[in-house]
């Protein structure tokens, strides 16, 4: 018996020694207990070393492990997804199991949480002064968890701005990115610019680890002084700028430039100081789709002026700008087919202009400005030609909606075509215009009797005039319209109705070739559905020739 009993005693202790070994398998090692892992995620390897088959298993789904079983000895790659957490930490737990789970080992991930940043690919960008239409830009991609808006400095807004972009946090805290197109305008004066832009972030973010701002440096634009010198650098910008078909050769001297005319000593008003000056220039045939450039605003002076054929200027709405009303000496100003719809305010410093001729632009109506009073000086107002589109029957299908005709179609009289225009009769009580030019537009209603608001022919002035005087009958007690102007074109817009009588018996009727600038109205209906066309047009001129015998013609 007691052999028996000690046989027992060595058999538990036989059995106790084997399952120690089985949880305690020799050689079950992994190399790492605990990894430590960014926000962004990624991958790290990991020795598993076991003398038999093994498996593994992650605790959660943002953990993957390959390969997930093997024998003995191998290298597993652990892959880990960019976590969606701000702040907090995440932990998973990997398993690796030797076969039939009789033993155990176990790997610790821990993750950390994104801090709150907004990022910027670049912190700082310098533009040059100017860079050609479509070149103004540049992009910027931010990287963010947090919602943001873009803020411009208002001193900035100017010269600076932003298309529209899309940024949408669908993935809790993971950054996402988002690239920005920043604008900017040429910078024309001669001092260096900064501005600083903050993308704001809501309240609640000040916990932020990093917010970058954008720093915008701009440099000068060249001194340009008021010289014979600095009038060719201006013109050199201003053709740059409009992008002129044909250039000037800079190698000649400005005064051989086309185009092109100075100041000299036996010109009428020439000074020491605007001597070599430019006194007239002109430039022709060139795309803009920016307007008059900045740099006009040197060329002090200036007595004429002329832009003359912008490309595809119907598709254009632009304003003078206030450059060009800084040339206060300037007489004669054409903006011809530029795409013109507005004048600036500042416009009426132009005082001492003589001729202005606004034709071929897109005016919707006849800038309030133009008056005697704002132009004292005036004596030559050209406002034909502006239209977009060319349609002549106006109760089809047009090009542009109405608010877009141009053609002066704004002035008309509240739409009403049945009464008389009264922008006609504003410009018609200009007394001092010699010429005045507004064909080819959609003027519309009846032609103004100027019964009122003009001066009266009297007799003493009549008798007192060769030309006048035989037309006393008709002349004197009636108004006196357009008393000095000896080119008035009206045709081919939309006026119907009777022809007044200060314009029958206007002295200077034959002046105006009335058959084709007069009477020739537009061969379609207006938007009303009225057909153009006036009721009384003479048949012959021999009335008028029995009023003023003097102007008949001598053949």
Known sequence: MKAKYILSIMALLIGASCSDDNENTPGFTLDEKEIQMEAVGGTREVHVSVPGNWTATPSESWVQVSPTNGKSSEICVIKVDTTILANKQREAIINFKTRNDAETRSLKIVQAG?????????????????????????????????????????????????????????????????????????????????????????????????????????????????????????????????????????????????????????????????????????????ITKEGIPDEIRYLTELETLSFFSNGNKFMYSFDTGTAITQLTKLKNLRIYSFGLTTLSPDFVNLKNLVTLDLSSNNFQEVPAILTPENFPNLRHLSLATNRRGHEIDLTGTARYPKEEWGGLYGSNNNNNSNLSNPMLERLFKWENLESLVLSNNIIKGTLPK??????????????????????????????????????????????????????????????????????????????????????????????????????????
């Open 114 to 286: 994104f801090d709150k940043a907004l990022t910027l690919s670049t912190t700082s960008v310098e533009l040059e002064n100017y860079a050609d239409y479509g070149k103004r830009y540049f992009d910027v991609e931010v990287t963010s968890n947090v919602d943001f808006k873009v803020d411009i400095p208002q001193d900035a807004a100017t010269w600076l701005s932003y298309d529209k972009y899309k940024f949408t946090l669908d993935c809790g805290a993971r950054p996402r990115k988002t690239t920005i197109r920043f604008n900017w305008e040429g910078n024309t004066d001669a001092t260096n610019r900064e501005a600083k832009i903050n993308f704001l972030v809501a309240e609640g973010n000040e916990d932020m680890v990093k917010h970058d701002a954008l720093l915008i440096s701009q440099e000068r634009a060249p001194e340009i002084t008021p010289t014979r010198e600095g009038d060719s650098l201006a013109l050199v910008i201003i053709e740059r700028k409009l992008n002129v078909a044909v250039k000037w050769d800079k190698n000649e001297s400005l005064m051989n430039w086309p185009q092109v005319k100075l100041w000299e000593e036996q010109d009428k008003g020439c000074t020491p100081e605007n001597l070599g000056r430019v006194r007239a220039v002109e430039f022709s045939q060139f």
């Open 450 to 555: 100027m019964a009122y608001g003009v001066p009266k022919y009297t007799k003493e002035e009549v008798e007192a005039n060769d030309t006048l005087k035989t037309a006393a009958s008709v002349l004197v007690g009636k108004p006196k319209v357009l008393p000095h102007c000896k080119d008035l074109r009206i045709g081919l817009n939309y006026l119907h109705g009777d022809l007044p009588d200060w314009l029958l018996h206007h002295p200077y009727l034959m002046f105006w070739s009335p058959e084709i600038s007069i009477f020739n109205q537009n061969r379609g209906k207006d938007d009303q559905g009225i057909m153009p066309g006036f009721s009384n047009v003479p048949t012959s001129f021999e009335y008028f020739y029995e009023l003023y015998p003097i102007l008949k013609p001598k053949y």
